[in-house]
Protein backbone atom coordinates (compact mmCIF):
# COMPACT_ATOMS: atom_id res chain seq x y z
CA UNK A 1 0.00 0.00 0.00
CA UNK A 2 2.46 2.36 0.69
CA UNK A 3 5.57 1.21 -1.95
CA UNK A 4 3.34 2.82 -4.32
CA UNK A 5 3.09 6.19 -3.30
CA UNK A 6 3.83 8.85 -5.96
CA UNK A 7 6.96 9.69 -6.06
CA UNK A 8 5.45 13.87 -6.27
CA UNK A 9 3.90 13.54 -3.15
CA UNK A 10 4.94 16.74 -1.62
CA UNK A 11 5.55 17.11 1.88
CA UNK A 12 5.41 20.94 1.73
CA UNK A 13 1.20 20.03 0.73
CA UNK A 14 1.01 19.63 5.18
CA UNK A 15 0.96 23.31 6.80
CA UNK A 16 3.42 22.10 9.48
CA UNK A 17 6.03 20.39 6.96
CA UNK A 18 5.79 23.58 5.19
CA UNK A 19 6.75 25.98 8.32
CA UNK A 20 9.31 23.99 9.62
CA UNK A 21 12.58 26.17 9.48
CA UNK A 22 15.15 25.52 6.66
CA UNK A 23 17.57 24.91 9.43
CA UNK A 24 15.39 21.55 10.83
CA UNK A 25 14.23 20.90 7.49
CA UNK A 26 17.57 18.95 6.39
CA UNK A 27 17.06 16.23 8.76
CA UNK A 28 13.56 15.86 8.86
CA UNK A 29 13.04 15.45 4.89
CA UNK A 30 15.65 12.71 5.55
CA UNK A 31 13.45 10.76 7.67
CA UNK A 32 9.80 11.27 6.14
CA UNK A 33 8.01 8.86 3.94
CA UNK A 34 5.32 9.18 2.33
CA UNK A 35 2.41 6.81 2.72
CA UNK A 36 -1.04 5.97 0.94
CA UNK A 37 -3.87 6.19 3.37
CA UNK A 38 -6.25 4.11 2.92
CA UNK A 39 -10.50 4.31 4.34
CA UNK A 40 -10.86 3.36 7.41
CA UNK A 41 -7.13 2.68 8.37
CA UNK A 42 -6.69 2.64 11.78
CA UNK A 43 -2.82 4.47 12.76
CA UNK A 44 -3.19 4.43 16.35
CA UNK A 45 -5.37 2.73 19.28
CA UNK A 46 -6.35 4.57 22.91
CA UNK A 47 -3.50 3.74 25.45
CA UNK A 48 -0.70 2.44 22.85
CA UNK A 49 2.26 4.27 22.32
CA UNK A 50 2.26 5.40 18.39
CA UNK A 51 5.11 4.21 16.32
CA UNK A 52 4.76 6.67 14.29
CA UNK A 53 3.76 10.57 13.76
CA UNK A 54 1.19 11.05 10.70
CA UNK A 55 1.18 14.49 8.31
CA UNK A 56 -1.59 14.19 5.91
CA UNK A 57 -1.85 16.32 2.48
CA UNK A 58 -4.69 14.96 0.81
CA UNK A 59 -6.78 12.28 3.45
CA UNK A 60 -8.20 13.65 6.08
CA UNK A 61 -7.86 11.85 9.76
CA UNK A 62 -10.58 11.62 12.55
CA UNK A 63 -9.89 11.58 16.64
CA UNK A 64 -12.38 9.06 17.84
CA UNK A 65 -13.53 8.25 21.47
CA UNK A 66 -15.22 4.95 21.95
CA UNK A 67 -17.95 4.51 24.37
CA UNK A 68 -19.41 1.72 26.61
CA UNK A 69 -21.97 0.83 24.41
CA UNK A 70 -19.46 0.10 21.76
CA UNK A 71 -20.19 3.47 19.36
CA UNK A 72 -17.71 6.10 19.02
CA UNK A 73 -17.61 9.77 18.72
CA UNK A 74 -15.33 12.40 16.89
CA UNK A 75 -13.55 14.41 18.87
CA UNK A 76 -11.34 16.43 15.81
CA UNK A 77 -10.69 16.41 11.77
CA UNK A 78 -7.21 16.74 10.81
CA UNK A 79 -6.33 17.40 7.30
CA UNK A 80 -3.38 19.36 5.54
CA UNK A 81 -3.33 21.61 8.08
CA UNK A 82 -1.83 18.66 11.08
CA UNK A 83 -0.79 15.92 12.53
CA UNK A 84 -2.09 12.83 14.33
CA UNK A 85 0.65 12.00 17.20
CA UNK A 86 0.66 15.01 19.67
CA UNK A 87 1.03 13.23 22.59
CA UNK A 88 4.96 12.65 21.65
CA UNK A 89 5.87 16.35 22.78
CA UNK A 90 3.53 16.44 25.42
CA UNK A 91 4.66 14.92 28.20
CA UNK A 92 3.43 11.23 27.27
CA UNK A 93 3.39 8.62 24.51
CA UNK A 94 -0.47 8.02 24.49
CA UNK A 95 -3.74 9.01 24.01
CA UNK A 96 -7.27 8.31 24.93
CA UNK A 97 -8.76 7.71 21.34
CA UNK A 98 -8.12 6.31 18.34
CA UNK A 99 -6.88 8.00 14.61
CA UNK A 100 -8.68 6.70 12.38
CA UNK A 101 -8.65 7.95 8.26
CA UNK A 102 -11.59 9.28 7.18
CA UNK A 103 -11.27 10.03 3.56
CA UNK A 104 -8.37 8.52 2.06
CA UNK A 105 -5.43 9.96 0.57
CA UNK A 106 -1.48 10.62 0.88
CA UNK A 107 0.41 11.78 3.67
CA UNK A 108 3.87 11.53 5.18
CA UNK A 109 4.77 9.88 8.26
CA UNK A 110 7.75 10.11 10.85
CA UNK A 111 9.04 7.04 12.71
CA UNK A 112 7.93 8.27 16.73
CA UNK A 113 11.70 7.66 17.99
CA UNK A 114 12.60 10.42 15.39
CA UNK A 115 10.34 13.03 16.96
CA UNK A 116 10.99 12.33 20.13
CA UNK A 117 14.77 12.85 19.23
CA UNK A 118 14.15 16.29 17.86
CA UNK A 119 11.94 17.43 20.71
CA UNK A 120 15.20 16.64 22.98
CA UNK A 121 16.50 19.38 20.79
CA UNK A 122 14.29 22.02 21.83
CA UNK A 123 13.90 25.60 19.82
CA UNK A 124 11.39 27.06 17.31
CA UNK A 125 10.86 23.69 15.48
CA UNK A 126 9.22 22.54 19.85
CA UNK A 127 7.44 25.78 19.70
CA UNK A 128 5.52 25.26 16.50
CA UNK A 129 4.40 21.90 16.92
CA UNK A 130 3.00 22.70 20.63
CA UNK A 131 1.24 25.93 19.65
CA UNK A 132 -0.59 23.34 16.93
CA UNK A 133 -1.00 20.79 20.28
CA UNK A 134 -3.12 24.32 21.74
CA UNK A 135 -5.15 24.47 18.45
CA UNK A 136 -6.20 21.03 18.19
CA UNK A 137 -7.21 21.12 22.07
CA UNK A 138 -9.44 23.99 21.10
CA UNK A 139 -10.95 22.30 18.26
CA UNK A 140 -11.51 19.40 20.56
CA UNK A 141 -13.00 21.60 23.07
CA UNK A 142 -15.43 23.55 20.87
CA UNK A 143 -16.65 19.52 19.45
CA UNK A 144 -17.64 19.20 23.48
CA UNK A 145 -19.09 22.23 23.69
CA UNK A 146 -21.02 21.98 20.22
CA UNK A 147 -22.32 18.12 20.92
CA UNK A 148 -23.75 19.63 24.19
CA UNK A 149 -25.80 22.39 22.85
CA UNK A 150 -26.00 21.87 18.98
CA UNK A 151 -28.71 20.43 17.27
CA UNK A 152 -28.47 17.84 15.15
CA UNK A 153 -28.98 19.96 11.72
CA UNK A 154 -26.04 22.21 13.23
CA UNK A 155 -23.53 19.37 14.04
CA UNK A 156 -24.21 17.82 10.22
CA UNK A 157 -23.49 21.79 9.05
CA UNK A 158 -20.19 21.77 10.99
CA UNK A 159 -18.78 18.09 10.43
CA UNK A 160 -19.70 19.09 6.45
CA UNK A 161 -17.75 22.41 6.58
CA UNK A 162 -14.84 20.51 8.45
CA UNK A 163 -14.53 18.49 5.72
CA UNK A 164 -14.70 20.81 2.96
CA UNK A 165 -12.06 22.98 4.69
CA UNK A 166 -9.70 20.43 4.38
CA UNK A 167 -10.79 18.46 0.74
CA UNK A 168 -11.00 20.59 -2.20
CA UNK A 169 -14.09 20.37 -4.66
CA UNK A 170 -17.47 20.50 -3.27
CA UNK A 171 -18.40 16.99 -3.40
CA UNK A 172 -17.50 14.53 -0.46
CA UNK A 173 -17.81 11.18 0.06
CA UNK A 174 -19.84 10.32 3.79
CA UNK A 175 -22.29 8.04 4.17
CA UNK A 176 -24.99 8.71 6.40
CA UNK A 177 -23.92 5.52 8.68
CA UNK A 178 -20.47 7.57 8.75
CA UNK A 179 -21.86 10.21 9.70
CA UNK A 180 -23.95 8.96 12.59
CA UNK A 181 -21.25 7.63 13.42
CA UNK A 182 -19.04 10.69 13.93
CA UNK A 183 -21.41 12.66 14.90
CA UNK A 184 -22.53 10.35 17.82
CA UNK A 185 -26.16 10.60 17.21
CA UNK A 186 -28.46 7.88 15.48
CA UNK A 187 -28.63 7.41 11.53
CA UNK A 188 -32.36 8.18 11.12
CA UNK A 189 -31.42 11.51 13.10
CA UNK A 190 -28.59 12.17 10.00
CA UNK A 191 -31.84 11.37 7.43
CA UNK A 192 -34.17 13.39 8.81
CA UNK A 193 -30.67 16.31 8.66
CA UNK A 194 -30.00 15.89 5.17
CA UNK A 195 -33.05 15.72 3.88
CA UNK A 196 -33.81 19.04 5.24
CA UNK A 197 -30.42 20.36 3.78
CA UNK A 198 -31.51 19.34 0.49
CA UNK A 199 -34.94 20.56 0.63
CA UNK A 200 -33.57 23.86 1.49
CA UNK A 201 -30.59 23.93 -1.39
CA UNK A 202 -27.84 23.68 0.40
CA UNK A 203 -26.26 20.15 -0.01
CA UNK A 204 -27.02 17.36 -3.10
CA UNK A 205 -27.12 14.23 -1.31
CA UNK A 206 -26.66 10.64 -3.45
CA UNK A 207 -25.84 7.12 -2.48
CA UNK A 208 -23.15 7.88 -0.18
CA UNK A 209 -21.83 11.49 -2.25
CA UNK A 210 -22.94 15.03 -0.89
CA UNK A 211 -22.13 17.98 -2.79
CA UNK A 212 -22.28 20.74 -1.07
CA UNK A 213 -24.06 23.76 -3.49
CA UNK A 214 -24.60 26.52 -0.77
CA UNK A 215 -21.54 26.73 1.86
CA UNK A 216 -22.88 30.27 2.76
CA UNK A 217 -26.31 28.29 3.87
CA UNK A 218 -24.42 25.65 6.02
CA UNK A 219 -22.49 28.09 7.69
CA UNK A 220 -25.35 30.39 8.71
CA UNK A 221 -27.29 27.34 10.05
CA UNK A 222 -24.33 26.53 12.23
CA UNK A 223 -24.38 30.06 13.78
CA UNK A 224 -28.44 31.05 13.75
CA UNK A 225 -30.59 28.54 14.29
CA UNK A 226 -32.47 25.06 12.62
CA UNK A 227 -33.96 25.51 9.00
CA UNK A 228 -37.75 26.20 9.26
CA UNK A 229 -38.39 24.01 6.53
CA UNK A 230 -39.16 21.38 8.60
CA UNK A 231 -39.16 20.59 12.98
CA UNK A 232 -35.75 19.38 13.75
CA UNK A 233 -36.90 17.71 17.14
CA UNK A 234 -34.43 16.56 19.75
CA UNK A 235 -30.71 16.06 19.02
CA UNK A 236 -30.61 12.72 21.28
CA UNK A 237 -32.07 9.82 22.35
CA UNK A 238 -30.16 9.96 25.75
CA UNK A 239 -26.27 10.19 26.26
CA UNK A 240 -23.90 7.97 25.21
CA UNK A 241 -21.95 6.18 28.67
CA UNK A 242 -18.13 7.31 28.21
CA UNK A 243 -15.84 4.27 28.76
Request: glycine share 10%; aromatic share 6%.
Amino acid sequence: MRANTPASADPRGNALLRAIPASEWARWSRCLEPVRLAHGEVLSDPGRAPAYVYFPTTAILSLLYATEDGGSSELAVIGHEGMVGVSLFMGGNTMPYQAVVQSAGLGFRLRAQVVSDEMERGGALLQMLLRYAQTLMNQVAQTAACNRYYSIDQLLCRRLLLALDRKPGGALMMTQELLAGLLGVRREGVTAAALRLQAAGAIRYSRGRIDILDRALLALQVLERPLACAPSGDRRQGQPQVA
